[in-house]
């Protein structure tokens, strides 16, 4: 599959704005939609059982320095995601996406731009961007 560029994904979204025009629409839109990624996930678990949560405190070596606690943790996942759940999950990133652009693109932002100072952020704090 061919990678999308950011600023057309936005210009696409931009052509599909007419419900959810309004500011409010959209952020309320992306709220439910990072809702309904969480309550996909939680499906995969809980009625599927294609993944499975095991989570308990992550501990780290008294000794290990601040670069190497990455090297501690885990995402407390097991299993991978079956290809129906994937589809499900998927559909509500992509619709995540969808008004993360919209809202971008009401305030003016380039989804691009955003990304890109992002990623600068990212390189320049590397694992001191805490986030």
């Known amino acids: 599959m061919e990678h999308l560029d950011c600023s057309s994904f936005q210009e ?9 025009k309004s500011i409010l629409d959209c952020t309320s839109k992306l709220d ?3 809702a309904r990624v969480n309550r996909a ?14 989570a308990s405190r992550q501990t780290f070596p008294s000794d ?16 991978t995601l079956c290809p ?3 589809d499900v999950l998927e559909s509500e990133i992509g619709r995540t996406l969808f008004y993360v652009a919209a809202v971008c ?9 955003v990304m890109e100072q992002e990623r600068e ?4 704090l590397g694992i001191f961007n805490l986030t």
Do not use: M, W
Not at 14 to 20: A, E, G, K, Q
Not at 64 to 79: I, K, M, Q, V
Not at 105 to 113: G, K, V
């Open 64 to 79: 290990a320095s601040f670069r190497e606690l990455r090297n501690f943790t885990t995402s407390h996942l097991e299993g």
């Open 121 to 124: 952020r990212l390189s320049t």
């Open 32 to 34: 439910e939609a990072s």
């Open 41 to 54: 996930i939680a499906k995969a678990v809980t009625t599927c059982g294609c993944l499975k949560i095991s």
């Open 84 to 86: 129906e759940c994937r």
């Open 105 to 113: 693109e009401l305030l003016d932002l380039d989804i691009a731009d």
């Open 12 to 20: 696409a979204v931009s052509r599909c704005l007419v419900r959810h």
